[in-house]
């Protein structure tokens, strides 16, 4: 299949409140789009979206790989074997390095490009039985009324809840903690997250307060992530890699068999293929496979939830319930949150109605 074709496009998502990542806080998400076209006539979208405080690459920079690289795509040829995910990409249609979310974009514009070439969805595409549909966890971040959200999330049947920590006080966070999970009573699997903000004491504390709460695992609570093994050594509660995994190689997890699960980030692991390598690598090891976003837009999102149905862990939540901190969309059919499932069929027909009015278009020459 050759592709004959490339546009790129900038869009600017308004939250619907302040998203506070780490010391940042934004009122918008900004990303840049890649849509490329196949001598059939067949369309695949990609985005690159690096989020502040997280990603090593600035949109501009973003902007700047991609208007480098659409003039190369035209005329290459995009062969099956890539949905593998085994090295294809290099060093045929990666001859230069970018960006993790510029390699994320290009990766996925390709494989959507070959899915509807080949009139099948990304989803089968990867996998031929993948699952029709994936359960995602519902997110509370810095909710104010947390007790209205916890129950707001059971209202709408969500299984898993994702909770956010280590942005208060300690005493703050077990406060918060110990609410929501005497809301929820055990009737769905509560995860915790703290993006590293504690110190080794200060995680051994909460630890310890939270003991006697039914959790699943917390993400990275230590700013020094090669106390993890003691840590889980100490407290008994499980953990889960997020940004450890950054840099890291499916050989390097091997090293790393005392975690529970895997948060896996394509936007910031630099594309689908690398984070393929991390899931199979983390098969082996029988830790969970979470597939989650970045704050992606719909059409990010859309690509993630078809590679957690050919990739994630069965019946384990997908980190992507984040659309609804946005203010519209950027499709024309919205994707489908219900029961706290994502149905596939839906969401790959979905994928294909992107509403060009509301994206700017990039002059690449």
């Known amino acids: 299949m050759k592709i004959t074709g490339v546009d790129l496009f900038t869009h600017r998502l308004p939250v619907t409140r302040p998203l506070v990542l ?9 990303g840049c789009l890649i849509k490329l076209t196949s001598e059939s006539g067949a369309i695949g979208w990609g985005e690159a979206a690096p ?16 208007n480098d690289l659409a003039p190369r795509l035209i005329g290459l040829n995009a062969p099956i074997a890539l949905v593998e995910l085994t090295d294809g ?8 390095p970018h960006a993790p979310s510029v390699q ?52 709408c049947g969500f299984n898993t809840i994702k909770m956010k920590v280590g942005r208060n006080s300690v005493s703050d966070d077990i406060d ?23 110190q080794f004491d200060e995680a051994i504390r909460f630890a310890e307060s939270i ?25 008994g509660l499980a953990v889960a890699l997020d940004e450890s995994l950054i840099g890291m190689s499916s050989d390097d997890l091997l090293s790393h068999d005392y975690s ?4 896996l980030k394509p936007t910031l692991l630099g594309g689908l293929e690398r984070t393929a390598a991390l899931a199979r690598a983390a098969h082996k090891l029988d830790m969970k496979i979470v597939i989650s976003s970045s704050f992606e837009s719909s059409i990010g999102i859309a690509a993630l ?38 149905d596939i069929a839906q969401t790959s027909k979905a994928a294909r109605s992107v509403d060009e009015s509301r994206l700017q278009k990039i002059d690449h020459g």
């Open 22 to 30: 780490k010391h940042i806080t934004i009122t918008e998400r900004c």
């Open 51 to 66: 989020l502040p405080a997280f990603s090593s690459e600035s949109l501009e920079e973003v902007i700047q790989q991609l």
């Open 89 to 96: 990409f290099h060093p045929g249609l990666c001859t230069h």
């Open 104 to 155: 994320c974009a290009l990766e996925m514009a390709v494989l959507n490009v070959i899915a509807a070439h080949e009139s099948t969805s990304l989803a089968r595409l990867l996998h031929k039985r993948s699952a029709a549909s994936i359960p995602v966890n519902g997110l509370i971040t810095d909710d104010p009324a947390i007790i209205e959200s916890a129950r707001t999330l059971l209202q």
């Open 176 to 198: 918060r903690v110990r609410k929501v999970s005497e809301e929820i009573e055990g009737r769905v699997v509560l995860r915790l997250d703290a993006n590293r903000a504690w």
């Open 211 to 235: 003991a006697d709460f039914p959790i699943e695992y917390i993400e990275e609570p230590l700013a020094d992530a090669t106390r993890l093994p003691e840590f889980c050594s100490i407290t």
């Open 260 to 263: 529970a699960a895997v948060i």
């Open 305 to 342: 939830a078809q590679f957690a149905a050919a990739y994630s862990s069965p019946d384990t939540a997908a980190g992507l319930d984040t659309l609804n901190r946005f203010a519209h969309d950027l499709l024309s059919e919205s994707i489908e949150c219900v029961q706290g499932r994502i």
